[in-house]
């Protein structure tokens, strides 16, 4: 008979890690969560192993459409990485406990690396859509934060300090790797609103001021939980349109994800080299 998923969020994940260990044969060193559009990468790994998020004890049920929503096990140069195909966003409704608890769970299966990636809005008039972004530092413009309330310090400390959220080695393993393709990957700081909706451009002249380069809905909470547990991060976004008001023309779902997909092997060439190197 399975166990019964505990309750203490620490012991959740735990659970989950447990779980996944017993159908993985190995070690995951790499953990990589691929944002809208750009899941098609996992469909690459080598021997993978796909587990549905609803087969895991703890996940939350995905519910965006053209999410698939698995986590994929596999290899990409000789490195085996947990792809988490599809994520959980906030503006789902799902608690930030929610959004996070596959990062706890990596954590937890012993990655040490995570490379967290987005589609967002360009506000950066050096950005052009399609263009990919290497993530300096973030605005957490949510609202909340995935470690307000009761501390587990298993997990890490009460007050994570928080100068350099994004490994300053990966940025520049990921500027090299780009520059050897031929790509130049500019940093760029990345506020995370709540959404659903895209902003308005008043919204996006006020996160101008404020030092945003992109805009979007996720990648900030999984990036504060993962450096709560110590695990290093590299964060890149695709670019896949120019946030609202800096062209004249509207923003569409379906340009997001259909500008992901145009950029799909470019960025999964970026990642095949900037994975193995990831220490
Ligand atoms: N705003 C917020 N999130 C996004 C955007 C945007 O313009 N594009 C893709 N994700």
Redesign the pocket.
Known sequence: MESPVPEILYERAEHAARFIRSRVGEDVRHALVLG?GLGAFADELEDPLAIPYEEIPGFARSTVEGHAGRLVIGKVAGVTVAAMQGRFHYYEGYTLDEVTFPVRTLGLLGVRSLVLT????GLNNTFTQGSLIVISDHLNLMGASPLRGANDPRFGPRFPDMTAVYDHDYQETAINEAHEMGLELRRGIYAA?A?PN??TPAEIRMLRLLGADA???STVPEALAARHMGVKVLGLSCI??M??GVEDRL?DHAE?IETGERVRETFAELLRRVIPKLQ
């Open positions: 809208s987005n589609a967002a809005g609103l959404g895209y902003e805009v979007g809905m896949t349109n946030a609202a923003i997001v």
